[in-house]
């Protein structure tokens, strides 16, 4: 078996999964960089009576993590600002993370008065799927803000041509989400996101 085939090198019913494509997996595991998706599937390149076709190999797909869906800026020269929903966190998961792609600084707000708690946060820049958002001098930043009564905002400023997947809050600088992650992963035998980057 071949543990991995290049897509889209030949054409039609010579391509090595023409004849069939199943999910060998059921779900997406996370791969080592904890950045990647990995989907494991069989493939075939022909069709028989045993159901088991010539040139059976194993294939994987890779995909960004929380990459299915972003907020985009596009080639806007200004860029974009997202401003989310009233949101309420716990006052434990005081660290604020960022799954983005080109330049991102954060603000957050009262949700009724919209008036900036914190000020800006440090810029950050690149392609990153695990980016803690800092302000300068401030330790576990939202924690000081937490209130059963009071919501906040997120006020998140897009750089041009940047992407902005995901946000989450978090316990300490690992950055673990809490959230499911399909097959599991690297250090999470149990299918939750328990130890981020840590």
Not at 108 to 126: C, I, N, P
Not at 144 to 163: C, D, Q, Y
Not at 164 to 181: E, H, P
């Amino acid at each position: 078996m071949t543990p991995q085939q290049q897509a889209g090198t030949t054409k039609g019913n010579e391509r090595w999964n023409f004849g069939g494509v199943q999910s060998v997996t059921g779900s997406p595991v996370l791969a080592p960089d904890n950045a990647t998706l990995l989907f494991y599937f069989g493939g075939q390149q022909g069709f028989s009576a045993s159901c088991v076709g010539p040139g059976s190999q194993t294939g994987v797909a890779r995909l960004r993590r929380d990459g299915f869906a972003a907020m985009e800026t596009g080639n806007a020269s200004d860029g974009g600002i997202v401003l989310t929903q009233p949101l309420r966190f716990d006052k434990e998961r005081a660290e604020l993370f960022v799954n983005f792609a080109g330049a991102v600084t954060v603000e957050v707000l009262d949700a009724t008065t919209k008036e900036s708690l914190l000020g800006s946060s440090e810029r950050l820049l690149g392609d990153h799927t695990l980016a803690q958002v800092a302000w300068p001098g401030k330790q576990k930043p939202l924690r000081s803000l937490h209130t059963a009564e009071r919501p906040i905002r997120l006020k998140f400023v897009l750089g041009p041509a940047t992407k902005l997947f995901s946000f989450w809050t978090a316990v300490d600088g690992c950055g673990a989400s809490g959230g499911f992650l399909g097959g599991g992963g690297p250090g999470a035998p149990d299918g939750i996101d328990s130890a981020g980057r840590c």
